[in-house]
């Protein structure tokens, strides 16, 4: 059973480009999670998503990011008109439901030019 | 605002020797605690904590929690080289969120 995918593994993107980054959750996971590590601090949640269906996004900023899980496919997080200060690693969670483990992807590391 | 804080920031030791991870919490609607290790790519999880007073064991590591005092200790016996890591404490909301709010971590250096 592949563990949770995430691609690209290293992107790199001149301010003002748009990020996409991908999580195909663990086989039979249904629920997906967004996190992003700043340099030198913690990991800090961003959005809670099931198929179709976003369940919590308080930790994305309202402005130019936005997370789906269609249901088909994978869970997209997409940042417009990205800005330094989105460099970081973007961390992707399942779990098979709203109780259980969280299991971790390998992350996505953004670098902004 | 939730938080959960680790101590120490970062520790030193040589093999063999057991280490300590200590972690406070407060996380309104508290489910459970985890603790997380993490080397150079994903966080990969070690325990789970729901009731207090429960000593959750793997193998070298063992784990604790405490509702009332809102703390965890993460130990380590006879450490080796490969425990070498950032060791995350985590706290976990409860109700529709399920989001997890993480501590800055441990890093923890293992010498031979």
């Known amino acids: 059973n592949a563990g949770v995918m995430q691609n690209p593994r290293h992107l790199v993107r001149r301010r003002g480009q748009e990020a996409r980054l991908r999580c195909s959750p663990m086989k039979g996971h249904s629920h997906v999670y967004w996190y992003r590590q700043l340099p030198e601090e913690g990991l800090k949640f961003m959005v809670y998503?099931?198929?179709?269906?976003?369940?919590?996004e308080s930790g994305m900023p309202k402005e130019r990011f936005s997370a789906e899980f269609p249901k088909e496919g994978p869970s997209i997080l997409r940042i417009q008109q990205v800005v330094r200060g989105d460099s970081a690693a973007y961390f992707c969670?399942?779990?098979?439901?709203?109780?259980?483990?969280?299991?971790f992807g390998p992350g996505t590391r953004l670098l902004v030019l | 605002e939730d938080k959960v804080v680790q101590s120490p920031l970062s520790l030193v030791v040589h093999e063999g020797d057991t280490v300590t991870l200590n972690c406070s919490y407060e996380v309104t609607n508290f489910r459970s605690l985890l603790w997380y290790k993490q080397e150079k790519k994903a966080p990969t999880f070690l325990f789970m904590l729901?009731?207090?007073?429960i000593e959750k064991k793997s193998g070298r590591l063992s784990s604790i929690l405490d509702k009332k005092e809102l703390f965890s200790i993460l130990n380590i016996t006879a450490t080796q080289t490969g425990d070498s890591a950032v060791y995350l404490c985590v706290g976990r909301h409860g109700g529709a969120t399920n989001k997890l709010i993480f501590g800055t971590g441990t890093l923890l250096a293992v010498q031979p």
């Open positions: 729901t009731s207090s007073g």
């Open positions: 969670a399942s779990s098979v439901d709203r109780q259980e483990t969280q299991y």
């Open positions: 998503l099931q198929k179709e269906n976003i369940i919590d």
